[in-house]
Nanobody
Framework: QALLVESGGGLVQAGGSLRLTCVGS????????MGWYRQAPGKKREMVAV???????IYADSVKGRFTISRDNAKNTAWLQMNSLIPEDTAVYSC???????????WGQGTQVTVSS
């Protein structure tokens, strides 16, 4: 069974930074894209950033220039560096991975990020 575990969330003041980590384990193999998503109270889950195994990245417009996604393919690990945080970034951040053949998608449990004004 594939397992994704996030860490690095917390409470930070506006303008601050956090770095989230997602570690994949279990029978995770042939991982293609890894991504970070977030869901704020009362809102739908939204894509924050995605990175393919080849390093191609996609960002939500709201985080471009502030957040950076990266990964280590050998370790099935992805990071999300979040700078210049604003209160609107407050949400539960979850990572996911598309892996295997046929492709499956696994999700982590999420980590809370709270940005105070």
């Amino acid at each position: 069974q594939a397992l994704l575990v996030e860490s690095g969330g917390g409470l930070v003041q506006a303008g601050g930074s956090l770095r989230l980590t997602c570690v994949g384990s279990g029978n995770l193999f042939s991982v293609n894209a890894m991504g970070w998503y977030r869901q704020a109270p009362g809102k739908k889950r939204e894509m924050v950033a995605v990175i393919t195994s080849g390093g191609h990245t996609i960002y939500a417009d709201s985080v471009k220039g502030r957040f950076t996604i990266s990964r280590d393919n050998a370790k099935n690990t992805a990071w999300l560096q979040m700078n210049s945080l604003i209160p609107e970034d407050t949400a539960v951040y979850s990572c996911n991975a598309d892996w295997g053949s046929p492709i499956k998608t696994s999700w982590g449990q999420g980590t809370q990020v709270t940005v105070s004004s």
